[in-house]
């Protein structure tokens, strides 16, 4: 299996390295990099061109459609978790093109899965395509 190329941005820090530490330990993912901020994140995902991307919705006072549009628009293949802090702005996240919410402080083992099956759902698009 390939590994999947993962972007971390996310504002705060010890946030944003807990979830280093713990996607680094995962075989299956290769952290390219993480962000604190929105600029350097639609920087580092133009550049690097990610499989997927782990996003703080509180990055920016952008809204999170305006945010999600400029990642999309930078690297159109990645996919995009969006971190946020209410299971209601799920429908929103949806809507605003991530490919799946999770509330922050949630389960170590819900982001895995939810990473795993990102993965998944991409590799049998990618087979049946071909």
Not at 107 to 112: G, I, K, Q, T
Request: hydrophobic share 35%; glycine share 4%.
């Amino acid at each position: 299996m390939n590994k999947t190329n993962v972007i971390i941005a996310v504002r705060d820090t010890d946030l944003r390295l807990s979830l280093d530490l713990m996607l680094r330990d995962e075989p299956y993912l290769n952290v390219l990099g993480t962000a604190s901020t929105l600029e350097s994140t639609f920087g580092l995902t133009r550049v690097e061109r990610p499989d997927l991307i782990l996003l703080e919705q509180a990055m920016s006072n952008r809204p999170t459609e305006e945010m999600l549009k400029v990642i999309k628009d930078h690297s159109p293949n990645s996919k995009v978790i969006l971190l946020g802090n209410s299971t209601d702005q799920e429908p929103l996240a949806c809507k605003s093109r991530a490919d799946a919410y999770l509330q922050i402080g949630g389960a170590p083992e819900s982001l895995r899965s939810t990473i795993k099956n990102l993965i998944t759902k991409d590799s049998e698009t990618t087979q049946v395509k071909e």
